[in-house]
C-alpha cells in the first residue's frame, strides 16, 4: 500500500508501540511528517538521536496541526494527557490511542474530546517485553489484528474507516469490537496469561533461592516464555489489571476453579480427568492452526492452512 493517509501525525509517549508506528509507516509512506512527544528528557533526547520523529518538550506543541494524534502512554496516564492536549488539538482531528484496555480509556479520554474532533480508541494486538523507543521495529503489526473500538454510536464513519486504512497500511488486520467484549477477551487472551506468567515466575524466584541458581540454569523452553511474559513493563501491566478489574477477576475466578480442579485430579490419582483435560486443550491449539490463526506460522494471514 502507498499514499498519503495523514499530512501529520503526533504520538504522545515515545516507547514500543510509538516508535513501531513509526517504523512501519516509513516503509511504505504512509505519513507525511511525525511529531512526538515523551514526558522524560532522556526519551525524548534518545527518539530525536533515533531521528523518529520531530520531538517537542511540551505534548500541547506537539499535537498542533496534526491530523491524526495517538497516544500512546501507559492506560493509567491517558486522562491526563488527554486533559493537557484538548485546547490544542486541531478541529476535524482524529485522536486514538493504543492502550490495551478499552473501556477505562475512553472513560478517562472523553470528557476532554472537543466536539470537532473525531475519538476512534484502538488496540493493536501487538508487542514485545521490551520498552521504550529503540524498543520498537517495522515489522511489529504485520499481519497481528488491531481492534478499533469506536467510542459511541456518533462517531463519524469516515474517520473510523481512515483509521482502519491507515492501521491496514501499517501491516495490521484490523477488527471492530464493543469496548466491554474487546475488555473481556483480551482479558482472557492477554492480561490473565500475563498475570499468570508473572506469579509463576515469582513462584520460581521464591524457589530458587532454595535451589540456588538451578531454576536459571536448567529452565524448560515454557518456563523460559513465561520468563520472557513476565520481564514485561511494570507501569504498563500495573495500569492494565487497574483498569481491566472486572473482567481479569472474572476470569481469574475461573481459572482457580479449573486449577483446583486439576489439583484435586493429581492428588487423587484421576488420571481420566488429566488426559480429558488435556485432549480438549490440545484440540483449541489446533482449532487455531486449522482457521490460519497461528500468528507465527508462516501462511498466517493467508487464510485457513490445509491441514
Ligand atoms: N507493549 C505491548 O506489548 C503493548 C501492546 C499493545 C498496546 N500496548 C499499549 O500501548 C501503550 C504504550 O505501551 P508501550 O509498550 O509503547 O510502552 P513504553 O513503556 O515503551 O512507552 C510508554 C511511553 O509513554 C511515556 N509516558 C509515560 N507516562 C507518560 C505521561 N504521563 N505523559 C507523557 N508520556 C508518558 C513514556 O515516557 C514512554 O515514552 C500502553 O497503553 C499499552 O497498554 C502495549
Ligand atoms: O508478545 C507479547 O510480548 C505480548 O504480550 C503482546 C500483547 C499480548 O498479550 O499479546 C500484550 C499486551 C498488548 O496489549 C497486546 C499484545
Known amino acids: 500500500m502507498s499514499g498519503v493517509i495523514y499530512e501529520k501525525v503526533a504520538l504522545i509517549g515515545l516507547g514500543l508501540i510509538a516508535s513501531s508506528i513509526t517504523h512501519a509507516a516509513k516503509r511504505t509512506g504512509l505519513v507525511g ?120 454510536d456518533y462517531t463519524d464513519r469516515d474517520a473510523v474507516e481512515r483509521l482502519k486504512t491507515f492501521w491496514k497500511g501499517l501491516g495490521a488486520l484490523v477488527d471492530e469490537m464493543d469496548a466491554d467484549h474487546h475488555d473481556l477477551v483480551l482479558a482472557v487472551t492477554s492480561h490473565t496469561p500475563h498475570l499468570i506468567a508473572y506469579t509463576m515466575v515469582g513462584v520460581a524466584d521464591d524457589l530458587a533461592r532454595v535451589t540456588d541458581t538451578e531454576v536459571v540454569n536448567y529452565s524448560a523452553a515454557g518456563f523460559r516464555d513465561f520468563t520472557r511474559i513476565a520481564a514485561s513493563d511494570p507501569t504498563m501491566w500495573r495500569d492494565v489489571f487497574l483498569t481491566n478489574k472486572d473482567a481479569t477477576l472474572e476470569i481469574l475466578g475461573r481459572f482457580t476453579e479449573e486449577l483446583f480442579a486439576l489439583q484435586r485430579a493429581i492428588r487423587t490419582g484421576d488420571g481420566d480427568h488429566l488426559h480429558d483435560y488435556f485432549t480438549r486443550t490440545r484440540s483449541i491449539r489446533r482449532g487455531i492452526i486449522e482457521a490460519g490463526q497461528d500468528t507465527d506460522a508462516p501462511n498466517f494471514g493467508r487464510g485457513p492452512a490445509n491441514t
Not at 79 to 102: N, Y
Not at 114 to 131: I, K, W, Y
Open 33 to 152: 511528517e511525525f511529531t512526538g512527544y515523551a514526558r522524560s528528557q532522556e526519551t525524548r533526547d534518545t527518539a530525536r538521536e533515533l531521528d523518529l520523529c520531530t520531538v517537542y518538550d511540551t505534548a500541547a506543541e506537539a499535537v498542533e496541526g496534526a491530523d491524526l494524534v495517538i497516544l500512546c502512554v501507559p492506560v493509567g496516564a491517558m486522562g491526563s494527557v488527554m486533559k493537557d492536549i484538548a485546547p490544542h488539538l486541531k478541529s476535524g482531528a482524529t485522536l486514538s490511542d493504543v492502550g490495551s484496555v478499552k473501556r477505562a480509556v475512553i472513560e478517562a479520554v472523553e470528557p476532554y474530546v472537543p466536539e470537532d474532533v473525531h475519538f476512534v480508541p484502538a488496540h493493536p494486538l501487538a508487542g514485545t517485553e521490551h520498552s521504550g523507543p529503540r524498543s520498537g521495529f517495522a515489522e511489529l503489526f504485520d499481519n497481528r489484528w488491531n481492534i478499533v473500538v469506536p467510542a459511541s
